[in-house]
């Protein structure tokens, strides 16, 4: 194996892939927890068995979702600082991965969601954030059929049914590896 790529979706449902330099998934798991802590022993665990060879990771890049509570997003970026952190620890170079920009390049459409407006009533709002949940579920769902197209090994991998956590991993692992290796 000359060279991998590690992709990481970080979310509390998200997942890590590993993707050897065909874009094959050799590794993927969901984002290792117990409970409702992060497992950074695992994490790290998995970080050191793949430093030993050429990588590259893959995080994506996480900020402000819309209407997600400050702690919400807090965690996660937190979380998204560990992962950096671990990546350094075990001198792997990092590319952040935009969510725009690597949906973009990687084929998935836009969500299309939409944002409050000035003056919105409660039955507006309610209406706008109901429709929206109904986009983001439709784009998790356009996700998993996505990285099961482009990587049909990728179920077996896991060796259970792929979430969209692990999809993306896969996704974003794919995107940097395009990059990377100058192919689209």
Partial sequence: MSFITIG?????????VILNENGDPIFAVNMPRVGDVYDYNTINAIFEEYSKVPAKVAIELVGFMGAETAKNIS???HHAGVL????????????????????????LPPIGISYAKKGETNEEKKKRTNENARKRRAAKNVSIEHAIRL??????????????????????????RRVMSNTD
């Fill in 151 to 176: 990587m049909p090994k990728l179920e077996e991998t896991l060796g259970s049914k792929i979430n969209d956590g692990v999809a993306e991993a896969a996704l974003i692992g794919e995107y940097v």
């Fill in 84 to 107: 950096y952190g671990l990546s350094i620890a075990h001198s792997l170079p990092i590319i952040l991965a935009p969510p725009s920009v690597w949906k973009k390049k990687i084929g």
């Fill in 8 to 16: 990481i979706d970080p979310g509390q449902h998200g997942g890590i």
């Fill in 75 to 77: 965690d996660l970026v």
